[in-house]
Protein backbone atom coordinates (compact mmCIF):
# COMPACT_ATOMS: atom_id res chain seq x y z
CA UNK A 1 0.00 0.00 0.00
CA UNK A 2 2.81 2.16 0.56
CA UNK A 3 4.31 2.40 -2.77
CA UNK A 4 1.00 2.80 -4.31
CA UNK A 5 0.15 5.93 -2.41
CA UNK A 6 3.36 7.79 -3.28
CA UNK A 7 4.55 6.44 -6.83
CA UNK A 8 4.02 8.66 -9.60
CA UNK A 9 4.58 9.20 -13.14
CA UNK A 10 5.75 12.10 -15.38
CA UNK A 11 5.66 12.89 -18.72
CA UNK A 12 8.90 15.05 -19.79
CA UNK A 13 7.61 16.37 -22.99
CA UNK A 14 10.13 18.40 -25.76
CA UNK A 15 8.39 21.29 -26.76
CA UNK A 16 10.84 23.46 -27.97
CA UNK A 17 11.65 22.19 -31.56
CA UNK A 18 7.97 22.16 -32.02
CA UNK A 19 7.43 25.99 -30.55
CA UNK A 20 11.06 26.96 -32.92
CA UNK A 21 9.03 25.30 -35.62
CA UNK A 22 5.94 27.43 -35.00
CA UNK A 23 6.92 30.41 -34.01
CA UNK A 24 9.21 30.77 -36.87
CA UNK A 25 6.84 30.11 -39.47
CA UNK A 26 8.75 27.00 -40.27
CA UNK A 27 5.61 25.49 -40.03
CA UNK A 28 3.78 26.60 -42.67
CA UNK A 29 6.26 24.86 -45.12
CA UNK A 30 5.14 21.82 -44.32
CA UNK A 31 2.68 21.42 -47.83
CA UNK A 32 0.81 17.77 -45.58
CA UNK A 33 -2.27 19.36 -43.88
CA UNK A 34 -2.79 16.38 -41.91
CA UNK A 35 0.54 16.09 -40.21
CA UNK A 36 0.12 20.00 -39.31
CA UNK A 37 -2.95 18.70 -37.56
CA UNK A 38 -1.49 15.66 -36.07
CA UNK A 39 1.34 18.14 -34.77
CA UNK A 40 -0.93 20.70 -33.04
CA UNK A 41 -2.93 17.80 -31.70
CA UNK A 42 0.04 16.16 -30.00
CA UNK A 43 1.28 19.24 -28.35
CA UNK A 44 -2.27 19.94 -27.34
CA UNK A 45 -2.49 16.63 -25.51
CA UNK A 46 0.48 17.23 -23.84
CA UNK A 47 -1.09 20.30 -21.96
CA UNK A 48 -4.09 17.64 -21.08
CA UNK A 49 -0.86 15.23 -19.62
CA UNK A 50 0.33 17.96 -17.81
CA UNK A 51 -3.28 18.66 -16.08
CA UNK A 52 -3.68 14.76 -15.27
CA UNK A 53 0.06 15.21 -13.11
CA UNK A 54 -1.32 17.78 -11.59
CA UNK A 55 -4.09 15.92 -10.25
CA UNK A 56 -2.21 12.92 -9.72
CA UNK A 57 0.63 14.89 -8.08
CA UNK A 58 -2.47 16.19 -5.50
CA UNK A 59 -3.85 12.51 -4.98
CA UNK A 60 -0.29 10.94 -4.46
CA UNK A 61 0.54 13.80 -1.56
CA UNK A 62 -2.44 13.19 0.23
CA UNK A 63 -2.23 9.12 0.06
CA UNK A 64 1.39 9.62 0.99
CA UNK A 65 0.26 11.67 4.23
CA UNK A 66 -2.44 9.25 4.95
CA UNK A 67 0.71 6.40 4.57
CA UNK A 68 3.03 8.57 6.50
CA UNK A 69 0.54 8.71 9.43
CA UNK A 70 -0.46 5.44 9.77
CA UNK A 71 1.56 2.40 8.30
CA UNK A 72 4.90 3.98 8.65
CA UNK A 73 7.79 2.92 11.57
CA UNK A 74 7.05 5.60 13.98
CA UNK A 75 3.34 4.27 14.54
CA UNK A 76 5.13 0.77 14.37
CA UNK A 77 7.28 1.64 17.32
CA UNK A 78 3.87 4.01 18.88
CA UNK A 79 1.83 0.46 18.95
CA UNK A 80 4.44 -1.84 20.51
CA UNK A 81 6.21 -3.20 17.40
CA UNK A 82 2.80 -4.46 15.89
CA UNK A 83 2.79 -4.13 11.67
CA UNK A 84 -0.37 -1.65 10.69
CA UNK A 85 -2.29 -3.27 8.40
CA UNK A 86 -5.68 -2.09 6.75
CA UNK A 87 -8.22 -4.91 8.16
CA UNK A 88 -12.06 -3.96 7.50
CA UNK A 89 -12.36 -5.79 11.43
CA UNK A 90 -10.61 -3.21 13.33
CA UNK A 91 -11.69 -0.03 12.00
CA UNK A 92 -9.24 2.44 14.95
CA UNK A 93 -7.38 5.30 13.50
CA UNK A 94 -4.01 3.57 13.57
CA UNK A 95 -5.43 1.31 10.53
CA UNK A 96 -6.01 2.69 6.86
CA UNK A 97 -9.87 3.64 6.93
CA UNK A 98 -12.34 3.05 4.23
CA UNK A 99 -11.87 6.70 2.82
CA UNK A 100 -7.87 6.33 2.87
CA UNK A 101 -8.18 3.03 0.67
CA UNK A 102 -10.74 4.49 -1.57
CA UNK A 103 -8.23 7.77 -1.98
CA UNK A 104 -5.18 5.31 -2.96
CA UNK A 105 -7.94 3.64 -5.54
CA UNK A 106 -9.15 6.54 -7.03
CA UNK A 107 -4.80 7.87 -7.84
CA UNK A 108 -4.82 4.22 -9.34
CA UNK A 109 -7.34 4.85 -11.54
CA UNK A 110 -5.66 7.87 -12.74
CA UNK A 111 -2.72 6.27 -12.90
CA UNK A 112 -4.51 3.74 -15.34
CA UNK A 113 -5.96 6.49 -17.65
CA UNK A 114 -2.76 8.35 -17.73
CA UNK A 115 -0.70 5.56 -18.81
CA UNK A 116 -3.09 4.05 -21.42
CA UNK A 117 -3.17 8.22 -22.65
CA UNK A 118 1.00 8.06 -23.52
CA UNK A 119 0.58 4.89 -25.17
CA UNK A 120 -1.92 6.18 -27.11
CA UNK A 121 -0.02 9.00 -27.76
CA UNK A 122 3.14 7.24 -28.74
CA UNK A 123 1.36 5.13 -31.36
CA UNK A 124 -0.27 8.76 -32.64
CA UNK A 125 3.59 9.73 -32.52
CA UNK A 126 4.79 7.05 -34.79
CA UNK A 127 2.00 8.13 -37.37
CA UNK A 128 3.59 11.41 -37.32
CA UNK A 129 6.83 10.37 -37.88
CA UNK A 130 6.32 8.07 -40.57
CA UNK A 131 4.09 10.98 -41.77
CA UNK A 132 7.33 13.39 -41.40
CA UNK A 133 9.69 11.23 -42.94
CA UNK A 134 7.20 10.62 -46.27
CA UNK A 135 7.19 14.82 -45.94
CA UNK A 136 10.85 15.17 -45.62
CA UNK A 137 11.72 12.54 -48.44
CA UNK A 138 9.32 13.77 -51.62
CA UNK A 139 11.28 17.27 -51.03
Same mark, same amino acid.
Not at 9 to 31: C, F, H, M, P, R
Not at 100 to 119: C, M, P, S
Not at 127 to 134: A, D, E, H, P
Given at each position: ?9 ? %?? !????? +? ?6 ? %????? !? ?6 ? %???? +?????? +? ?12 ? $????? /? !? #? ?11 ? *????? *? /?????? +??? =? ?5 ? /?? #? ?6 ? $?? $????? =??? !? ?9 ? =????
Amino acid at each position: MTVAAIINTV %LV !DNQEE +YNALKNSG %LIELI !DNDTLVSH %LQNK +YSRHNF +YKTLESEISELSNK $ASGIV /Y !D #KVTLKNKKRLGGQ *PIYWS *P /YKQNSS +YLS =IEDINLI /YH #KRGFHEYY $AK $AIKSS =IKK !DSIIILKLKKE =ISSD
